[in-house]
């Protein structure tokens, strides 16, 4: 009876140590928005171990600082980027607004806040460079991504031997969003033509 005593003492404190120590690993720690080593640690370790690219910042009008997160996916099924902006609320990591699966690759890309004076809150922006389609020219997409009212803001450039095509989602109606795009584009493209509809290149 003793020992059978001594066994269950021993495993309940055991048991009472694995759940400790389960606890003190998902704890997220005080999160310094600027660091970005910290920042992708976390995300990884809280969210998403594919995450390969993270943003601290103010992406809407609450104030709050809240993290910016990218990862590509490549696999039989499907192929593009996604992007998430996620809140910390205690011990958790909650997904505010994540985009759908985008064109684009994080290889060799652009990736950073950018902010603009008609916005009172910062925005993630992404370019993808260039996507050669052969020695005649390349084709370039790139997102504004607004947080604030859960927005892509896309434009796409598609660069052939004879012109240059650049076609800007409908829904990029502010025009400081719509010069930006085409100011990108003009100086290596000063022919380029604006398209109402999306290029699809094969």
Request: hydrophobic share 40%; proline share 1%; glycine share 6%.
């Amino acid at each position: 009876m003793l020992l059978n005593s001594h066994y269950k003492i021993f495993s309940f404190i055991f048991f009472f140590v694995l759940i400790s120590c389960s606890e003190k690993e998902n704890k997220i720690p005080v999160i310094d928005y600027k660091d970005k080593t910290q920042l992708l640690s976390v995300v990884k370790s809280n969210f998403n171990k594919d995450v390969q690219v993270v943003f601290g910042g103010m992406f809407d009008e609450t104030g709050k600082d809240i993290i910016a997160a990218g990862w590509e996916i490549e696999n039989a099924d499907e192929w593009g980027i996604k992007f998430v902006f996620l809140q910390q609320e205690g011990d958790k990591l909650i997904n505010k607004f994540e985009t759908d699966l985008l064109d684009g690759s994080l290889k060799e890309s652009v990736n950073n806040k950018i902010k603009f004076s008609s916005f009172d809150y910062e925005l993630l922006y992404y370019n993808s460079g260039s996507f050669f389609m052969g020695s005649a020219g390349g084709e370039v997409f790139t997102y504004v991504i607004d947080l604030q009212n859960k927005q892509v803001y896309f434009a796409h450039l598609v660069a052939a031997a004879k012109s240059t095509s650049l076609f800007i989602s409908k829904n990029t109606e502010n025009k400081e969003i719509r010069n930006f795009f085409q100011q990108i584009f003009k100086k290596d493209h000063p022919t380029l033509k604006l398209v109402d509809t999306d290029i699809i290149s094969d």
